[in-house]
């Protein structure tokens, strides 16, 4: 089955500065890469996702970069602010129809300074 | 809408006693989950229900059933807690066609 890993699993940055997360996949079907931010005692909700027929995607500060051919995608936030502080996590399925079932990374804490 | 709710926010439970986490969701969604989260775990799948009257074991499976009893709803249940099922469950709900899944805000379950 589909396996995903990331890293780090923690990161600490200035205010200001970017950040990068990284994940790997496993199952070379998967073609839906979502990513998730949880803030302390919240739920999980999305913040951006990709598909496996773009390369890449931005959303004001955030951006997802996908490497089909090595399996990889990862998370890049710009001009870090103190509320970008949670917990994010990367997942991968191979989407829609009547499953869809998410294998999720185990997450990266990350801290941005003042 | 509420989108997805789960009932209880917290319970502490003792080694052996049962329970049943319960789960709705109003945005007409076909899929439902029941994920845990550990720390530096990540979230694992434990069940989950491709459509109504239909469920399917996920990665962890052992120790929870599940029900769909309607579009709407599915529940978890612990039959016999175990310390080793402290954790925080989390519910969510996705529509057939589209891939984003939609979380609820999850119910702290301490087995002591």
């Known amino acids: 089955g589909e396996n995903v890993e990331q890293h780090p699993s923690t990161l600490s940055v200035q205010e200001g500065d970017s950040a990068v997360i990284k994940c790997t996949y496993s199952d070379s079907a998967s073609n839906y890469f979502p990513w998730y931010k949880q803030e302390l005692g919240k739920r999980p909700q999305l913040i951006i996702d990709?598909?496996?027929?773009?390369g890449e995607k931005k959303d004001q500060r955030i951006a997802v970069t996908l490497n089909k051919t090595a399996k990889h995608f990862s998370l890049h936030i710009t001009e870090t602010q103190p509320e970008d502080s949670a917990v994010y996590f990367c997942a991968a399925s191979m989407g829609g129809g009547s499953q869809g079932n998410l294998i999720f990374g185990k997450g990266t804490k990350l801290s941005v300074k003042p | 809408n509420a989108g997805v709710t789960q009932t209880p926010k917290f319970q502490v439970l003792k080694t052996g006693q049962s329970m049943t986490l319960q789960c709705a969701q109003d945005?007409?969604?076909?899929?439902m989950y029941w994920y845990r989260q550990d720390p530096g775990m990540g979230l694992r799948l434990i069940y989950y229900s491709a459509s109504e009257g239909t469920t399917d074991k996920g990665e962890v499976p052992n120790g929870y059933n599940v029900s769909r009893l309607n579009k709407r709803e599915f529940s978890l249940r612990l039959e016999s807690a175990a310390p080793s099922q402290t954790s925080v469950y989390f519910c969510?709900?996705?529509?057939?066609?589209?891939?984003?899944?939609?979380f609820g805000p999850g119910t702290r379950l301490t087995v002591l």
């Open positions: 945005m007409n969604h076909n899929s």
């Open positions: 990709i598909r496996s027929n773009v």
């Open positions: 969510a709900s996705r529509a057939w066609g589209t891939d984003t899944q939609y």
